[in-house]
């Protein structure tokens, strides 16, 4: 049977669930998908209201569960971001007498995993970077040395990250739950080899925070995440005298990440129930300039900190829901003179499914499934009926029910003939009767 996996997006704005069938070729496609309002249940990626957070869930796995057509998820993988993620150094040494062996790095590998940072959990280890007496090696085995050193990236964070997730999913019943890093998730399924050899920043800018990820020569340099998003602008928009909901919807359909000329006099209108109101475009997006300004400073001051930013050779890569703000990428060639283009689910990993695998609401989750290895859905019994006939799919669940309906089906008919007979012999002897007479 074809595996099915399910991966979930723990957004600010949205969780989103996926389900992907894997092909035998390795590419998935998508056979169900939708997503649930958290309605503030997280801030900035992290979970705030465990019993909340219980319900979004329950419902959304619910919702998917029911376009399986029996089936029943039993195993999700889940994506984890929030603002206490980030990157930390650890290096493993050894000394080798002769050639470097696969038992050698393993043994790195090893400590490694077991290594427990103070106050933090280690939620991910990137691949590490080797140096054979001090020089940088991609391959280590079978090259001679006199000592061996693995230098890691620890993604580390909060231990509550993990404790509330899996304390929240399971009390949905679910014990089976896989927690993925979805900041290298999304990087591994959007960044090309050559884009991480020359390298990029991939900013992914979300509601609630922006998660900043560089790589240089294939190697992950820092993983960041800053308590800012685009949920700041939509706020600080309310100062126009209008409601989260209006602003909102002005930021999405008339926002920009900078202020026009060509836009001095245009107005927006925004309809009430007592008479529309009207606000001057530029107003509005001289607040959204000056917020995203600020978001995108804390960005490249981020990167500074790894790297210069001009020596990234692919520059910024754009990701998230509010990457799409118009004038964006002008505002950071302008500012920064480096390269900023949008991304998507590279292609070849997803059978069709573009408007899933182009959509910042989704490619996260899809990032997230793309990472799955075992099945999570238990489906119905595939029961051929013949060499020649279609097969018949009979749910579980539903199985025990049919064979008592057949069953009294068989005992109606059996009924029905005994009373046919009974009648038959009735009329055989009446029909003497007369006779004889």
């Not at 090893?110 to 001090?134: H, K, S």
């Not at 990472?371 to 020649?388: I, Y």
């Given at each position: 049977m074809t595996d099915k996996i399910v991966a979930i997006d723990l957004g600010t704005s949205h969780l989103t669930g996926i389900v992907g069938e894997k092909q035998s070729d390795g590419k998935f496609s998508i056979v169900a998908y939708d997503t649930e309002d958290p309605y503030s249940s997280i801030r900035r990626g992290n979970i705030y209201n465990l019993d909340d957070m219980a319900v979004h869930i329950k419902k959304l796995i619910s919702r998917l569960e029911n376009k399986l057509r029996g089936g029943r998820i039993e195993k999700i993988y889940v994506g984890?971001?929030?603002?206490?993620?980030?990157?930390?150094?650890?290096?493993?040494?050894?000394?080798?007498?002769?050639?470097?062996?696969?038992?050698?790095?393993?043994?790195?590998?090893?400590?490694?995993?077991?290594?427990?940072?103070?106050?933090?959990?280690?939620?991910?280890?990137?691949?590490?970077?080797?140096?054979?007496?001090?020089?940088?090696?991609?391959?280590?085995?079978g090259v001679a040395c006199k000592r061996l050193e693995a230098r890691y990236k620890l993604i580390v964070g909060r231990p509550s990250i993990r404790r509330d997730l899996l304390?929240?999913?399971?009390?949905?019943?679910?014990?089976?739950?896989?927690?993925?890093?979805?900041?290298?998730?999304?990087?591994?399924?959007?960044?090309?080899?050559?884009?991480?050899?020359?390298?990029?920043?991939?900013?992914?800018?979300?509601?609630?925070?922006?998660t900043v990820a560089i790589y240089k020569n294939d190697e992950l340099l820092n993983l960041s995440v800053l308590p800012m998003g685009s949920n700041l602008i939509t706020k600080d928009l309310t100062s126009l005298q209008i409601t989260e909901t209006e602003a909102e919807k002005l930021k999405r359909e008339h926002g920009s990440a900078t202020v026009c000329k060509e836009d001095d006099g245009e107005k927006v209108k925004i309809d009430r129930d007592n008479g529309p109101k009207e606000i001057e475009l530029n107003d509005l997006n001289a607040i959204i300039e000056g917020r995203i300004m600020e978001i995108i400073e804390n960005v490249v001051a981020r990167i500074r900190e790894v790297i210069e930013p001009r020596s990234l050779g692919q520059g910024i890569v754009l990701a998230g829901c509010a990457a799409d703000l118009k004038n964006l990428p002008e505002l950071l060639k302008d500012k920064y003179r480096m390269g900023v283009r949008f991304s998507a689910i590279r292609g070849g990993l997803v059978n069709g499914a573009d408007d899933l695998t182009g959509n910042p609401l989704y490619m996260t989750a899809v990032s997230i499934?793309?990472?799955?290895?075992?099945?999570?859905?238990?489906?119905?019994?595939?029961?051929?009926?013949?060499?020649?006939?279609?097969?018949?799919?009979?749910p579980i669940n539903t199985r025990d029910e049919e064979e008592k309906?057949?069953?009294?089906?068989?005992?109606?008919?059996?009924?029905?003939?005994?009373?046919?007979?009974?009648?038959?012999?009735?009329?055989?002897?009446?029909?003497?009767?007369?006779e004889d007479n």
């Open positions: 984890v971001g929030g603002q206490s993620l980030r990157t930390i150094e650890h290096a493993e040494s050894k000394d080798i007498d002769g050639v470097v062996t696969e038992s050698d790095v393993n043994v790195l590998k090893n400590r490694c995993e077991t290594y427990i940072p103070d106050l933090l959990d280690v939620l991910d280890i990137a691949p590490p970077v080797f140096y054979l007496d001090g020089r940088r090696e991609l391959k280590p085995e304390n929240t999913i399971r009390e949905r019943g679910q014990k089976d739950v896989e927690i993925i890093v979805s900041p290298l998730s999304l990087a591994d399924a959007m960044l090309s080899k050559e884009e991480k050899e020359l390298g990029c920043a991939l900013v992914d800018f979300g509601a609630g925070v922006t499934m793309l990472k799955g290895t075992e099945q999570c859905v238990n489906m119905p019994f595939v029961t051929p009926e013949s060499d020649s006939d279609p097969v018949s799919v009979t309906e057949r069953r009294k089906r068989e005992k109606e008919a059996e009924r029905i003939r005994k009373k046919e007979k009974r009648a038959n012999n009735l009329r055989r002897m009446i029909g003497g009767l007369f």
